[in-house]
């Protein structure tokens, strides 16, 4: 396995109803991999007054907007989280969405304002030939 970090800690701040998306220039390209686990380290969160801070992990084999928002493999509402969450595993064998070539993050608000401060970590394995 290898072990990349796919956000180290960063704060989030918006307004509104606000989707932040991970920069390009920051999305994991993981071609010759196919399962992978991501650990999410929440270390703090204000979401507005709707209460709701969404967090989704998404994957696509280009970097074509309309892929990613097909392919979320982990969503989690990380409003009042705190600490590293429960691993997600996403294996080729199980996982309604299989890992595809590249993987980033959003974070999504209905509310306002509201930040978050947090880090994703994912390994990944090669398939064996």
Do not use: C
């Not at 109803?17 to 380290?41: F, R």
């Not at 409003?79 to 590293?84: E, M, Q």
């Amino acid at each position: 396995m290898r072990t990349y970090i796919l956000q180290d800690t960063i704060t989030v701040r918006g307004k509104g109803s606000t989707t932040v998306t991970q920069s390009e220039t920051d999305w994991l390209d993981l071609e010759p991999h196919e399962d992978a686990i991501l650990w999410l380290d929440v270390q703090e969160t204000t979401p507005g007054a709707g209460g709701t801070l969404t967090l989704s992990v998404q994957t696509s084999p280009t970097k074509d907007e309309a892929f990613f928002n097909a392919a979320t493999i982990y969503t989690v509402n990380i409003a009042g989280l705190s600490g590293v969450q429960t691993p997600q595993k996403v294996l080729l064998s199980a996982a309604t969405t299989s890992l595809a070539r590249y993987l980033r993050w959003q974070l999504t608000s209905a509310s306002d304002p509201f930040d978050a401060t947090f880090r994703l970590v994912v390994s990944v394995n090669v398939p064996v030939a």
